[in-house]
């Protein structure tokens, strides 16, 4: 029988460690895209901002989410109000009860802002392959970029129509950092 000194058996130990160390578990697309979506699942449910320029304001008249209520002398100006079935669906950013249509001569960049009632978790698409990185105050880490869209579950198509009009921003480019805590693979941060 071989009896061991604390010594040896601690470089035993240690070579033991340096032997058996196992990389990091492989963090793969659908693992990040997963790890990313439950992170944006723990937020708090966002409702959308939509501009609606003026294909938008006659896109919503047609919909009957807001009618005609005053016309100004020079014809370019207007007042509109939201209907029972557009309070259902949105509501005007800002203060004012009522859509004020004031663009300048000439002016096509005009628009205004309404908010969807349904609130909604931003979805992440399209994950690229993960990469080993650098980020502060992580041990180990991987970041991947992937696209952020608005999820638009329960949102009336006429709304949804608007939203995807020229002048709004359906989707951003983000990249999620990733840190490996107790073997396995979490959302450190999205940027």
Not at 144 to 157: K, Q, R, S
Request: hydrophobic letters at 40%.
């Amino acid at each position: 029988m071989k009896i061991w000194t604390a010594g040896a058996l601690a470089i035993l130990g240690a070579g033991l460690l340096m032997n058996g160390c196992k990389s990091a578990p492989d963090l793969t697309k659908d693992a990040a895209l997963a790890l990313i979506q439950a992170d944006y699942d723990k937020r708090p449910a966002e409702a959308a901002t939509i501009a609606v320029d003026e294909l938008g304001l006659k896109q919503g008249i047609n919909s009957n989410l807001w009618k005609l209520t005053k016309v100004y002398p020079n014809n370019r100006w207007a007042d509109y109000a939201l209907t029972d079935e557009g309070k259902k669906s949105i509501k005007l950013a800002g203060t004012g009860g009522a859509i004020q249509w004031r663009p300048e001569e000439g002016s096509k960049d005009f628009h205004f802002f309404v908010i969807t009632m349904v609130a909604n978790h931003m979805k992440a698409k399209d994950v690229s392959d993960p990469q080993d990185d650098v980020v502060a105050n992580v041990q180990t880490a991987k970041s991947a970029g992937f696209t952020e869209v608005y999820d638009w579950t329960g949102i009336p198509d006429s709304v949804q129509t608007i939203a995807h009009n020229a002048i709004n921003r359906l989707s951003t480019r983000r990249q999620a950092d990733f840190a490996l805590v107790n073997g396995a693979w979490t959302v450190h941060s999205i940027n």
